[in-house]
């Protein structure tokens, strides 16, 4: 079922690859023992090209080390939304995109929560298919639309979503593979869904790390296969405040985003011109 996926889809294959790669580590920092059967062929493939851009035989490595990166992301969303799920009062939990997540079958979740996740038909379907006689943990509901379709949050309703409680967002690897309109409008229509008090995660980089020149390899890569980073932001405080959402951003490497793995210096933040990526997390006011 891959050839029914497009090339923004195929990301999530990559993705479902480095976290099996992660779990085979004697050092993993977290566990995912349906990644294997997720990534499928082509997310190795996908995963050897990222790995020789950024691990190159004949010289020193400028890149950042993406199965670093990765697997403190997955294991710093891990924890935010476990910790938002026990959070009282908090009983709705939305993945947009879900992609090959599989934090609804690998974690616990306390009971009367209930799970969605949206992400686009073939999707859903290829997932399902690999994931076949597996039964999720919590209540977990589907939604098979596009997140810029005019509509999907009538089929976040239907599926039983109710806007006037509080929920809890994560979206995880979407917001540099869309462009800064939609990115506004996403955002706009998640505030609009949210309760006062909701929760909001995500990840995003910064504006150089789509234009300096040693990150040529690794977004030639991207742009190669179809899905080329669209947009970043110096500012993603800003960015979220301008919807309603007050929130904190974290560098890998930091302190709370680190777990002993990230190689790198973490340049301050009134350093310019150097990449950087943030984990972003936060409450609707």
Request: glycine share 6%.
């Amino acid at each position: 079922m891959t050839e029914l996926l497009d090339a923004v889809e195929r990301t999530a294959l990559l993705t479902a690859a480095l976290r099996a790669a992660e779990t085979r580590r004697p050092d993993r920092i977290y566990q995912d023992p349906y990644a294997d059967a997720l990534c499928g062929d082509i997310g190795p493939e996908l995963l050897c090209q990222i790995r020789a851009a950024t691990f190159p035989a004949d010289s020193t490595r400028t890149l950042p080390s993406t199965p670093d990166y990765n697997a403190i992301r997955t294991r710093f969303f891990d924890d935010y939304l476990q910790e938002a799920a026990r959070e009282p009062g908090m009983r709705q939990i939305v993945l947009a995109p879900a992609g090959m997540d599989s934090r609804a079958y690998r974690l616990d979740w306390p009971e009367g929560l209930r799970y969605f996740e949206i992400d686009r038909p073939a999707v859903l379907a290829y997932k399902e298919s690999r994931l076949e006689g597996i039964t999720p943990l919590p209540d977990h509901r589907t939604v098979a639309v596009d997140l810029t379709s005019p509509d999907w949050e009538d089929d976040l309703k239907a599926a039983g979503y109710d806007p006037s409680l509080p929920s809890t967002w994560l979206l995880e690897g979407l917001l540099y593979y869309i462009p800064e309109p939609d990115t506004h409008r996403i955002l706009s229509r998640v505030a609009a869904l949210s309760a006062p008090g909701s929760r909001i995660a995500a990840d995003l980089v910064n504006a150089a790390a789509l234009t300096l020149p040693h990150m040529r390899g690794l977004l030639d890569i991207f742009a190669g296969w179809g899905c080329p980073w669209l947009f970043g932001t110096d500012e993603p405080e800003a960015l979220f405040d301008g919807h309603g959402f007050s929130v904190e951003a974290l560098q890998p490497g930091e302190p709370r985003a680190d777990f002993g793995r990230w190689p790198d210096p973490v340049p301050p933040r009134d350093v310019e011109n150097v990449r950087r990526v943030f984990f972003l997390h936060g409450r609707r006011r």
